[in-house]
């Protein structure tokens, strides 16, 4: 029976994104988050460990076919809590340019050091409320914003709508 990793690691391979280096980023990405989420919760505890390979790294990439059309973008993490959909899309598409944006400042300081043990480049962090003023400076800035497991209100797809540049998509998970 295969675990969880072989099966993420079998799409990736399907999906012609896997390589040696994707491999261990994301061994070292899976360790750093179980250590991380005993401190700060950046993801569900009630889950199994071993399902953040499905349940968060592969439907992180759920959205490949229709994303990897893009290349050097300016993409926006919305409510990324353990970094996801953020962080694995940065892994695959290391040219974006990704922002990971979350209210707790105890995430964000979680996932600099995650960012940092990947040793991933242009990954910035923000610890704003998406409505909230501090945004206006990045008014039409995004190519792409992705966002998992957030209620869109109308008021937070009207701030999406601000903060995406005239062309812009946004793909919303679940």
Known sequence: MSSKRDIFMDFLKEKRLYSPL?????????KELVEANQKVNLFSRKSEIEELWTRHF????????EFKKYRNIKVLDFGTGGGLPGIPLKIIY??????????????????KLI??????????????????KEMEAYHGYFDIIVTRAVRITPLLQNAMKRVLNKDGIIFTYK
């Open 58 to 65: 592969l439907d992180s990439l759920s959205i490949i076919e």
């Open 94 to 111: 290391p040219d974006i340019e990704m922002t990971l944006l979350d209210s707790t400042k105890k995430k964000i300081n979680m996932l």
């Open 22 to 30: 994707v491999e261990s980023l994301f061994d070292i990405y899976f």
């Open 115 to 132: 960012v940092s043990r990947l040793n991933l480049d242009r990954v910035s962090f923000l610890t704003f409320r998406l409505e909230g």
